[in-house]
């Protein structure tokens, strides 16, 4: 497999645009925070990388919007991106994924409920059972805390956007299923 080093990445660059208050209560974009999203790479073990970049971390239910004490759990988040987990446990987390051409992840699995919208490129998802399903630009693979990998095996870059909402453990005959990194490179998720 390949790393991403081995091929340049065509996916057009990312701005995040946040949303505000000024004082007045009008409606208004935040300028606290940079706008073009920055990727880093991440080890996917056995010679395999994929970059990664953080939209957006909220900590809670509902999310407490005001005193845009939200931005604060973001800009906390974002300064150390590089050393979190995927999961934000008690919260949510917007995560942009790049895949190189002939590239795969680890088998692995979060204690999570994630929604993968694929926006650019192929990807097989494969269970832990066997079973697989390739996803093409548009659609969405709902993962429920299960045992999953990723392939890309086009000569194509995929890029794949993750909404993240930590979970209860899945038991199955009373036993819980916690996260498996699978050698992924990533701190635990906290």
Known sequence: MSSNSDHPKPLPSIR????????????????????????????AGEGNSADFELGYVTEGLPIPLADDKDLSTFKDAYANKEKSGLVK?????????????????????????????????????????????????????IQRGTNHQWFNRTEQ???????????????INGRALGEDQGGMELPDSH
């Open 16 to 43: 995040r645009f946040i949303t505000t208050h000024d004082s007045s209560g009008k409606s208004c974009y935040s300028k606290d925070l940079d706008e073009p999203l920055n990727f880093w790479k991440v080890s």
């Open 89 to 141: 446990h008690g919260g949510t987390i917007l995560r942009y994924c790049d895949i190189p051409p002939g590239s795969k992840s680890q088998m692995h699995r979060t204690v999570s409920l994630d929604y993968g919208i694929l926006i650019n490129g192929e990807l097989e998802c494969l269970l832990d059972s066997g079973e697989t399903r390739t996803i093409h630009p548009g659609d969405v693979v």
């Open 157 to 171: 870059w995929a890029r794949i956007v993750f909404i993240l909402f930590h979970a209860t453990p899945v038991e």
